[in-house]
DNA sequence: TATGAATGAGGGTTCATTCAT
DNA sequence: TATGAATGAACCCTCATTCAT
């Protein structure tokens, strides 16, 4: 029960600033490079530490990454979540759900969540375990949405498992493709993918 | 520059018999792990040989995964993109791309386009180049459908670029979290997927 | 099921050449420093071979430490045990046992028994439950034909437990504090010691 | 050369009273773990400390060592000579000596005994040469004791060496079996090796 | 075609130790 | 006295790759 270990991180929660800047750094290089390719020594250098030095502020590389994909859930929870879940509306509060995803996934604020997105089977056991559990909340929360929609004949019948994954993949996958200087706006992004979610792409 | 080198392959043309089964059981063991915690230890075992005897057949790691690609692109292109390039109107070209697509995916057919989605971005230089391009072509056929689409007054203006990747999300995203023998089957999820993107959420 | 398993070792049984010649360069290294204080690399250098080399004829440290072992008992087997366990009187089988046991420590022969003496809790789990209890089977001997005297009346009647370990320390501490070139020689020892054990200190 | 260092330890002299207890925690650990394999860490939190504040009270971790040992030889010379030099017949002066010495060992007492019978070839250098001196001193005496036995007729003639260290290896081997908790009493033990070692196993 | 042997580079991690505060 | 931070060196081990046979 030492200093050390009370500063330091009470298990994925908050963390001392030093922390915090080096998971922004470690993060910032595993998104470029991918987690298994990154090395200790290459984010230590980043930090301007010594390998060893960085193991002060982390335990292991799989708790490093923890971290960081812990900190990214709390940020989307932060920034997503927790934004429209106050909405009565269901259709409403999916529409501000999108909009407000695609921008967290468009904006460069936020590589931990591309990490969470591309290493999604990287983490095995307890912590694997953890982050998924989290995502797996949040499928929960669309597919309720949507069902919630049905029953107020706001929405048409539609398999709400489906629904949700297609929501994830149509938000989700922009992580692979878009680049802000590209001939799109995160805007035109978000707002186009509204429509053509909600409305379809037939003429009606 | 031996004789085992000219008469192996034409870079990423086509492969002798045995050249094509280790292409296969090594896709199946980097599907499953991802390709950098995949070792060649492990392939050349898997494949009955030893790691010596491997690189009579691959010139390099990298070079294995590209040519797991390259093949996965052929199989993809022969099994959905050949299959609905003849069909004359572009919404039911758009549909049957999509069964196909999902299809390709939620079967456990191809573990080579599991690993062309999810090691999007292990492959760097001339390699990487190489597999992009045959990617973009899909997306160009994709908004070029939708535009057509759009001009025949078939479906609603919308911007083709954002239409097509919502298309790609929707239906590749499907490879990280369908299970074979979970509670919906690939014909509802393609179905499924159909119905929505095409007709929307939204009651009409 | 491949050449490489075979010819290396079938679990602590007969070694090839080469991988006895590096058991023997590792035994006298870990013999001179202790197996803590040996390094893999040093064992590497001493066997001419870079560290990965020796990973070819060894799976990890524990284990070449486990061989080591494993072959200093057989040896001690062929050479101890065997030699006496058919000797029909218990007295003279114990002195023939002394002798033998005094000689194979004293003479430089055996890194391997000074190993086993002087690591003896170094390991843990089943590699060094293997090794005790054939260090267990030895005591045993030493017990019951210690009993065997006691029955036929040749001896005095004594703990055998307390005899069997009186025996081991006399014959055993020898590792410690003999030098090959010192005043006594190996003979002086053994003579003495199973003199003295036997007859006692004191006049009679 | 701070203040601190000035007034802890005159070079294995006489320590403070948390320095005391601080070798007293350590020489638990590397009792029990073995030297090598305790860190310093692990000892710095068995005793409450960080690392950094460890060093205030030890110069180096071999230093520790050698400060364990030779407070080992001082208990043992204080529990074990010191009571039995005055005794005038060397034949008792060599029997209490192995009463009490199977007994120091036996009694959980001292974990320091363990080390110095255990590590006696770590320390290196002139830590080392200094314990050696003080083992050296002991053998002496038992040789010694011998020869005056056997000039006054009282023992057999042996080798005065011999004899020395086959008491000592049968006295000091208990260290490596001797359970508390198990079938032999330590008085069982002690009374049974010096009727063994006077009187000799065979039958008068 | 296939092998065992071998390697250099690097993997993540721990070590005893130092030092400004 | 005691600390957190930091380090260089070393730890055991694995990697993809090469090459004589």
Redesign the pocket.
């Known amino acids: 029960m030492?200093?050390?270990t009370k500063?330091r991180r009470d298990d994925t929660g908050t963390a001392?600033l030093?922390t915090q800047a080096i998971l922004e750094t470690a993060a910032k290089l595993i998104c470029a490079k991918g987690y298994a390719a990154?090395?200790?020594?290459?984010i230590a250098e980043a930090c301007?530490?010594?390998?060893?030095?960085l193991?002060?502020?982390i335990e292991?590389?799989?708790n490093l990454l923890l971290a960081i994909m812990s900190y990214g859930m709390d940020l989307f929870e932060e920034q997503v979540l927790l934004q429209v879940v106050g909405i009565e509306d269901p259709v409403e509060r999916l529409k501000a759900c999108m909009a407000k995803n695609v921008t967290l996934v468009t904006r460069g604020w936020s590589k931990e969540i591309t990490i969470i997105l591309h290493e999604h089977a990287t983490l095995t056991g307890a912590a694997g375990k953890q982050i998924n559990a989290r995502k797996k909340r949040y499928v929960r929360f669309l597919e309720s949405s949507v069902q919630e929609a049905i029953d107020r004949g706001l929405v048409r019948k539609v398999d709400p498992t489906v629904a949700a994954y297609a929501f994830l993949g149509t938000v989700l996958w922009v992580y692979k493709w878009f680049l802000p200087e590209g001939k799109l706006s995160d805007e035109q992004v978000a707002d186009g993918m509204i429509d053509l979610f909600f409305k379809g792409l037939e003429v009606r």
């Open positions: 030492n200093a050390a500063r001392s030093r990154t090395g200790m020594q290459e301007g530490l010594t390998k060893a030095g193991y002060h502020y292991s590389k799989e």
